[in-house]
């Protein structure tokens, strides 16, 4: 028979995460626990599924912020559900197709950057002799426009897909 609840070290086994990534977790409002008589913590075994929801969630790059949002979002704090998981995967789309377009220009561009050393510097995105481009504000502008170009671009694609279904 199964017991109702894990302690931390079971949960730690079980979810292959460290018992400290799991105090994480609980400090960032992600899993719950209760605490036994002598003071230990408790967690009910759906709490399983809610790690492996985070784990596969952050490996595609969702913020634990933004997972605790979601998870918030559901009813009595439940673990999410494969109807769920549809719905919040359709709401990351667009950013996760950002990112994408953002590795696969990346990885396409490596071989013309070589680091700064800079051999490069004819063709560099982000070169800025002088700081000139210091007073549109902080960051590598021009790959912060790109970015911000491909989010809009693919934002005006997925609200088009959206209105043909």
């Known amino acids: 028979m199964l017991a109702a609840e894990l302690t931390v070290g ?3 086994a079980r979810s292959g995460v460290t018992i400290s990534t ?8 992600l899993i719950r626990s209760r605490r036994s008589g002598g003071n230990q913590r408790r967690y009910a075994r759906d709490v399983l599924r809610r790690i ?5 969630s952050q ?3 969702i913020s634990l912020d933004d997972i ?16 769920d998981w549809a719905r919040l995967a359709k709401a990351w789309r667009e950013d996760l197709d950002s990112r994408i377009v953002q590795l696969l220009r990346l990885r396409d561009n490596l ?3 070589i680091g700064c050393g800079c051999l490069t510097i004819g063709s560099c995105r ?3 002799p002088y700081d000139k481009l210091g007073s549109e504000g902080p960051g590598p502008r021009r790959l912060l426009a790109e970015a911000a170009e491909i989010r809009s671009r693919i934002g005006s694609a997925n609200s ?3 209105s043909r279904k």
Do not use: M
């Open 160 to 162: 088009g897909s959206r």
């Open 22 to 29: 799991l105090h994480f977790y609980e400090s960032k409002g």
């Open 126 to 128: 982000l070169y800025n």
């Open 111 to 113: 071989t013309d950057c």
């Open 59 to 61: 490996q595609v790059g």
């Open 52 to 56: 492996g929801f985070i784990r596969v």
């Open 10 to 12: 079971q949960v730690a």
């Open 68 to 83: 605790r949002r979601a998870l918030e979002e559901l009813p009595d704090s439940r673990t999410p559900t494969e109807e």
